[in-house]
């Protein structure tokens, strides 16, 4: 695995997580939380089969 794709498979859930936070804050709506993890996870597996 190259460091790359380290970073991805740390970062990706570090998003996840923050955009979970910031909904249980009330910062962000259901649509918002599901379209900030589900870009997330999109973006990282298209970096990572690219790598």
């Not at 804050?25 to 900030?36: E, F």
Request: aromatic content about 4%.
């Amino acid at each position: 695995m190259t460091d790359a794709q380290m970073g991805l498979v740390v970062a990706t859930p570090a998003i996840i997580v923050m955009a979970l936070l910031l909904y249980r804050m009330g910062v962000l709506q259901k649509g918002g939380l599901a379209t900030a993890v589900l870009a997330s996870l999109a973006i990282a597996v298209v970096l990572f089969l690219e790598q």
